[in-house]
């Protein structure tokens, strides 16, 4: 399934009409959305920054053992409060758990014995599994913005430990569970394609399957399913917000990109020397390199993106509700 379809009248939105959440926000990578109006993200002063439905903002700092701030990319809510974190440090990993006072322990360091490379994503599911992505082992991890590297994989956390499920994948990004709970879709940032396992009940995983391959300019990082069964793809570097139907069809909601930069960027993955440079930089008119996409307000309909250079959270109407996720009801 790789068919692709041009965007519906009225598409792409203009970027000047995003309406703006939180302020003074550090690399707010990751987002969720709950139920009583709360936005989550991911922060790098060290934690997690909690914007309450009345718009208070919150920073829930921790430290690593070390006395380093933990450095959280994939942020999960967890149903005691608690959060899970992908800690992406420089260079060490692994997932920690942060309360809501600011206590900081291990959570998960390794897996088969072997330390986690600086790692990218947890999610938590209804089945209380809670499934981990480390998108490369190769350092530094830029080594890996290449077309030609497939060396990330996904850990899946359940009664029976830790276990990696599903490996060789190309920059392993956010995962996440089809509504119907039978598949599990991932991002695979610099294989620029969106793929699928068959999910067991036993929660193993079935053959990988490619859904979409995306084109020139999309790099697929952050993932949400709305309620109609689409899922919503966040690229970095172009800016764009596309939503996948279950066909394989791809309409372009969002775009905000220089042609100037997006070239650069193009040569430079094309070329296997992409690097640090073509994402830590930004010609964008107001988007800051987004990263990942949740569904909040009242009624799912408010589509919010997490991003890896802005200092704020931009949103949009959605046309659909989002998928409810397993920590909708958590606060």
Not at 81 to 97: K, P
Not at 126 to 144: D, E, I, K, N, Y
Request: hydrophobic fraction near 40%; charged fraction near 20%; glycine fraction near 12%.
């Amino acid at each position: 399934m790789n068919a692709l379809s041009d965007a519906p009248m009225g598409l792409p939105l203009d970027p000047g009409r995003l309406s703006w959440w939180g302020e003074s926000l550090v690399r707010p990578e990751c987002v969720l959305a709950t139920a009583d109006g709360s936005i989550y993200t991911a922060d790098w002063r060290g934690g997690v920054v909690h914007r309450a439905a009345d718009g208070r903002q919150r920073l829930i700092r921790g430290e690593l053992p070390s006395g380093q701030p933990v450095q959280p990319n994939g942020i999960a809510l967890m149903a005691d409060g608690t959060f899970l974190v992908a800690h992406l440090g420089a260079h060490d990993g692994g997932v920690w758990r942060l309360t809501r006072d600011g206590e900081v322990t291990p959570w998960l360091r390794a897996v088969d014995g072997v330390d986690l490379p600086p790692t990218n994503f947890v999610l938590s599911d209804a089945q209380g599994r809670v499934w981990v992505t480390v998108s490369t082992r190769h350092r530094p991890r830029a080594a890996a913005y290449r077309g030609d590297v497939a060396d990330g994989f996904i850990i899946r956390v359940d009664g029976r430990g830790a276990e990696i499920v599903a490996d060789g994948l190309g920059y392993t990004n956010e995962v996440a569970i089809h509504p119907d709970g039978t598949w599990l879709y991932v991002n695979e940032t610099f294989s620029r394609c969106l793929s699928r396992f068959a999910l067991r009940p036993d929660g193993s995983l079935g053959p990988k399957e490619v859904v979409v391959r995306f084109g020139i300019g999309t790099y697929p990082d952050g993932l949400a399913f709305d309620e109609a069964g689409h899922v919503w793809v966040v690229s970095i570097v172009s800016n764009r917000v596309l939503r996948v139907a279950p066909d394989g069809r791809v309409v372009t909601w969002l775009e905000d990109c220089d042609a100037t930069h997006l070239e650069w960027t193009e040569a430079a993955w094309a070329a296997g020397t992409m690097g640090r440079e073509h994402l830590d930089t930004t010609a964008s008119r107001c988007l800051r390199n987004i990263s990942s996409i949740a569904f909040g307000g009242p009624d799912r309909r408010t589509a919010v993106l997490g991003c890896l250079l802005g200092d704020r959270l931009a949103t949009f109407n959605a046309p659909v509700a989002g998928a409810m996720p397993a920590h909708w009801n958590y606060r």
